[in-house]
């Protein structure tokens, strides 16, 4: 049997840590790609333009295999390090934490940093919504009307997630299909008379 449940958040979430006079702003965020990645990066450095660093860490994926830890300038992993280990530590992925940090006038030494990036991104994470998410693909499918029951009966069997339907004299749609459900929608759409599937990467 395929695994394919992991943990992620529903929404953005926020934490806070303030240690002499430095104020750590720990932002969460729900993310599936880089490019979404990229962009919330963008506009929290935008809004907080006048922080000194913006630090982040993320994992993406089922198995969590696409990650980063950035420490934006501050001691090397004294900042990325530990909001990664804070995610690693609830076992969540599909998620991205930016740390915002204005800087207070005292030094906090490394093992103040370690512990600041730590506790608000803890912060943030306590009070984030956890979810179970679904791993899947995407899979459009093209089939001729005459084979339109024969899907149908397929997708409902399964209990797939359809999304872009057109129903012509060709019909075509997308479904997302669960992991461990893959190799029994790929051998039963062999069945069906005319029918294309591909992945959508």
Known sequence: MVEDTYRSISEPSEGLFKDNGSRFIALAYPVETEDEIKAILDTVRKKYHDARHHCYAYRLGLKGDRFRANDDGEPS???GRPILGQIDSMGLSDILVVVVRYFGGIKLGIPGLIR???TSTSDALESAVIVEKIAGKDF???????SMNSVMKIVKDLGLV???QDFGVDCAMEVRVRLAQESSFMEKMSDVEGAEVKELL
Do not use: D, G, Q, V
């Not at 459009?140 to 005459?146: A, G, K, N, Q």
């Open 77 to 79: 992993s004294s900042a």
């Open 116 to 118: 600041a990036y730590k």
């Open 140 to 146: 459009s499918i093209r089939f001729p009307y005459l």
């Open 162 to 164: 359809m999304k872009n």
